[in-house]
């Protein structure tokens, strides 16, 4: 079946960097929309970033704008998150999934769900003290 596995996460001090890594298989993965959506510790859903399949058109929450930049590598079928001047909010279990419509500006996202969202990971946790 469809699987993705995200990869990257570990403890950094405020103002470090993180790259997250989302490998994925048993899908045609440079057909598909990807997205990054985050989950802080007693939140809900937060959705982070998504790249269009060709990779050239990008989106970003207002929240991670100028710090995150979203890639990918579609011969590699992998999804990348680089994060700078990472802040103790962006603590979360971060998450890769395929987007099932074209690229949107932004992605509501209620409780676990976010809207056009499927093949979700199973996380890799980011968590950002000093």
């Known amino acids: 079946q469809v699987q993705v596995v995200e990869s990257g996460g570990g403890l950094v001090q405020p103002g470090g960097s993180l790259r997250l890594s989302c490998a994925a298989s048993?899908?045609?993965?440079?057909?598909?929309?990807m997205s990054w959506v985050r989950q802080a510790p007693g939140k809900g859903l937060e959705w982070v970033s998504a790249?269009?399949?060709?990779?050239?058109?990008?989106t970003y929450a207002d929240s991670v704008k100028g710090r995150f930049t979203i890639s990918r590598d579609n011969a590699k079928n992998t999804l990348y998150l680089e994060m700078n001047s990472l802040k103790p909010e962006d603590t979360a279990v971060y998450y890769c999934?395929?987007?099932?419509?074209?690229?949107?500006?932004?992605?509501?996202?209620?409780?676990?769900?976010?809207?056009?969202?499927?093949?979700r990971g199973q996380g890799t946790q980011v968590t950002v003290s000093s």
């Open positions: 999934a395929a987007v099932t419509a074209p690229l949107k500006d932004s992605y509501y996202c209620s409780g676990y769900v976010c809207d056009d969202h499927d093949y």
């Open positions: 048993r899908f045609t993965f440079s057909a598909y929309t």
């Open positions: 790249i269009n399949a060709g990779g050239f058109s990008t």
